[in-house]
């Protein structure tokens, strides 16, 4: 009977990961259908030439690539049935998420401060494109982080341990996701002005 009930639990979680991995693969083709249609637009005449990232894009970088490390020291202190250290990085993760969306904004306060707009008739296509590809990976991001305040809901309610770790695995996987996805879009938007 018991060796039923662990099967089945290893099943939902395989097919919790597989979902979470379908759903990442349309993200992935949905951006790769901007970026694609950014290097299509880049041939225009009116494309800035000159146009260069905000430095709190540098910044955001950088945070995002330290949620992912802390997102990961979650998952290995729970899987140590480390509850302190796994709450201390959990809510680690969640400062830099936040800081990550208000450096995100600090970029584009920047871009205008710059005298570029995102849209009206001071817009141009580059700074729209900018704006379109930021702002949906903010959107995906804000799924981040609804995802990550249930898990640390979750973990304070003691959901998880040494052998329930499925929650914030599937979290981690997200995550790091986003992270990598954030890294490619900068460094595409870095290199291919």
């Known amino acids: 009977m018991e060796l039923s009930v662990l099967e089945e639990k290893k099943r939902k979680e395989r097919s919790a990961k597989l979902i979470l991995l379908f759903a990442m693969a349309s993200m992935t083709m949905m951006f790769a259908g901007i970026t694609s249609a950014f290097v299509v637009s880049k041939s225009r005449a009116d494309w800035l030439k000159d146009f260069q990232l905000p430095t709190a894009f540098y910044w955001s970088t950088l945070v995002i690539i330290g949620c992912s490390v802390t997102f990961h020291l979650a998952k290995l202190a729970i899987k140590k049935d480390q509850n302190s250290k796994t709450s201390m990085y959990l809510l680690l993760t969640l400062l830099l ?75 981690a996987m997200y995550w790091h996701f986003l992270d990598v996805l954030w890294v490619y879009l900068f460094l595409f938007l870095f290199f291919f002005k």
């Not at 903010?138 to 052998?163: C, D, E, P, V």
């Open 97 to 171: 998420g936040c800081s990550f969306v208000g450096l995100q904004f600090l970029g584009f306060n920047q871009i205008i401060a710059e005298g570029y707009y995102f849209t009206g008739q001071a817009s141009s296509i580059t700074t729209t494109f900018l704006y379109i590809v930021t702002l949906v990976h903010l959107l995906h991001l804000a799924g981040g982080i609804i995802s990550l305040l249930i898990i640390i809901y979750n973990h304070f309610k003691q959901k998880y341990n040494s052998t329930q770790t499925i929650g914030i695995e599937l979290g």
